[in-house]
Structure formats: structure tokens, C-alpha cells
């Protein structure tokens, strides 16, 4: 069977939440994603333009599938001092942050912190010509 065409491109996302309400203000007011649709009170389909973010809500005892892979999830940053301003704005917020901002070895600028249910955001900047 002959290999199928590329992927072309990498936009959604889908996360089990269990903080909610903490999760949906995380990403809606926060971050500024705008949602895109919310098909029931359990489901929350979130852009920031040409992406798509799914928070699914957790059932009583949802216990994540062992071994969890998820590192992080990036967002990508227009600028390089961005970064630095993203940092400032999120521990103003009370936002954990787990990693603070540094220059990397490829010419890109991050830092992480942690969503209201632990998962690990990146925000990063890439210069023009590391993007696809």
C-alpha cells in the first residue's frame, strides 16, 4: 500500500479538564483563545484563529490513562519579547509558572507554566524563518 500524502498541518488539540471553570477563564480570558463553539455544558471547542483547542469535561474519577506522553502544548508568540511580557502578565495572574523565560540554542525564546489541571504550556516565539 503505497504511503498516503503528508500531514499538512498539526491544529487541534483535545484535553480531559477537570477544573473547568478554572480551565475555561485559563484559556478564554488569559490567554485570549475565543470560542469557537460550545456544543453542550461538557464541551468547549477554543481557537486563536487557525488552531482548535477541545477541553472535554472530565467524568466524576477520571483517572488519565497511564502512561500519559503529553510534555507540553506551545503557543507561539509573534515576538521575542513577547515572551518576557507573556511571563510578567501570567504570574501577575497567579499562573504556576514552571520554567522561566530563556534564549534556546535554535534562535527561539520560551518559557512554561502549568494550566488549572497541570498540563504544561509553552510559550514561545520562533523566528519567521523556523516557521512552517
Sequence with gaps: MPKPKSIAKLRHVALF???WADSE???TQLLGMTIDWRPDN???YLTSGS???ALHRA???FKP???QRLDHIGFFLENANDVDEWHTYLIANNVVIKAPPKDHRD???SFYCADPDGN???MIYYPASKML
Design 65 to 67: 490513562i497511564k502512561p
Design 59 to 61: 467524568p466524576p474519577g
Design 25 to 27: 477563564y485559563f484559556y
Design 42 to 44: 461538557d464541551n468547549l
Design 107 to 109: 534562535g527561539t525564546r
Design 51 to 53: 488552531d482548535n483547542l
Design 17 to 19: 479538564v477537570q477544573n
Design 120 to 122: 504544561i504550556i509553552q
